[in-house]
């Protein structure tokens, strides 16, 4: 069975690598992603694999059956695209204006159709069942993931294994670790309202733009002074909004950034800090706020039992060298709402090197595209050693 593994995927290559370009031709935005979702169904469909549509919004399940009894499996793959001109000069660029995969959810996609048909053509000697989920929306909260929850995606459903193609991480090699992973993301949008008036009469104004500035420095004393130092955590004020004049002293600001921790009572603490430093800079120049505090994903906290599963499969299919533990990463990821209801492992799959230099979210961002069938065989390896057991 291990061995068919890694000669099939030689085979599945040339379809992945097909399915993720024209994807990547074709990218749709979080929560529009209907053609995505319905190429997928295609694709299922010529496999001979049932798909339930419309499963949190444009969300695609299929459950593969051995017919025999054991565990159920889910493998996971995000589809959305983010709101990026597609910079690349390749032949499948980004056909859509403004719209690029600038993540690596078409390669995600392209792996778990990859799986989807190894692992189908292998059903009859799997002890148990692998649950497929095509997710949209990652990119953008409330997310796809607690939508599809709700609708039942993880129904039955005993573990469940995703990737994620990671550029910093070079092509052949995986990064995964037990416990938290990646980061809880909250946003904050702050308004501040004083007193416009004239640049050169500044004590007969309250002056937005100088609270703006106090408030992008005081905020980064949350992290600083009131966060346990051994604890990451991170305040980013992204924007600061006021004025468009040299000597017109703007009644308004606006202010937007993130929050990023990884456990609950940091989220918490920095949360209220942050409100009371508003609060307090505010009343100190005399002028009014209103804050909007978004609560967004979890942290990614991975399961021990199964992440030594995960860890497991990539050492057969890929090397013990190639397999190393992940440091914890700021970004988010809503894959975390599936690991609150069932154990599971992320792992990020390398996709980096020569062709890939650029970052995530980058109008020149690509990926090694042998990562897609690696991603492929680590995910087919982990469902397969949670159903069958692994080798001695």
Not at 25 to 52: C, D, W
Not at 326 to 343: I, R
Request: charged share 20%.
């Amino acid at each position: 069975m291990w061995e068919e593994l890694l000669a099939k995927t030689d085979d599945l290559y040339p379809e992945m690598v097909a399915w993720r370009r024209h994807m990547h031709q074709n990218p749709e935005l979080s929560y529009q992603e209907k053609e995505t979702s319905s190429f997928i169904v295609r694709q299922l469909e010529s496999m001979g694999i049932h798909a339930q549509t419309g499963v949190g919004g444009y969300g695609v399940t299929a459950t593969i059956a051995s017919g025999r009894p054991g565990p159920t499996v889910a493998l996971r793959a995000d589809m959305d695209a983010l709101p990026i001109q597609d910079g690349k000069a390749v032949d499948y660029a980004s056909r859509v204006p403004g719209v690029m995969h600038a993540c690596g959810h078409d390669g995600h996609t392209a792996g778990l159709l990859g799986a989807a048909k190894l692992l189908n053509g292998m059903r009859s000697e799997l002890n148990g069942n692998v649950k497929l989920i095509f997710q949209p929306a990652e990119e953008v909260a409330p997310g796809g993931a607690s939508a599809m929850i709700r609708d039942g995606a993880l129904d039955g459903v005993d573990a469940i294994y995703g990737v994620h193609l990671w550029t910093p991480l070079a092509a052949g090699t995986v990064a995964t670790r037990a416990g938290a992973m990646m980061a809880s993301v909250d946003d904050f949008d702050i308004e501040i309202r004083g007193k416009g008036g004239h640049g050169g009469m500044p004590h007969e104004t309250v002056d937005t733009l100088l609270v703006g500035a106090h408030l992008a420095v005081n905020l980064q004393t949350v992290v600083s002074r009131s966060l346990n130092p051994v604890k990451p955590g991170v305040v980013t004020v992204a924007a600061l909004q006021s004025g468009n004049s040299y000597n017109v002293i703007p009644d308004t600001a606006l202010l937007k950034g993130t929050v990023r921790t990884f456990d609950p009572d940091s989220r918490a603490l920095a949360r209220r800090r942050i409100e009371d430093i508003l609060s307090h800079t505010c009343a100190m120049f005399g002028a009014e706020y209103r804050l909007t505090y978004k609560v967004g994903y979890p942290p990614v906290v991975n399961h021990p039992a199964e992440t030594e599963r995960v860890v497991q499969a990539a050492r057969l299919m890929l090397g013990a060298e190639a397999v190393k533990e992940a440091e914890p990463t700021m970004p988010a990821e809503d894959f975390s709402y599936y690991l609150e209801k069932v154990p599971g492992c992320f792992l990020f799959v390398g996709a980096g090197g020569a062709g890939a230099e650029y970052p995530h979210h980058h109008p020149l961002f690509d990926i090694r595209e042998e990562a897609i069938g690696q991603a492929m065989l680590v995910l087919c390896a982990a469902a397969i050693g949670r159903l069958n057991g692994f080798p001695d």
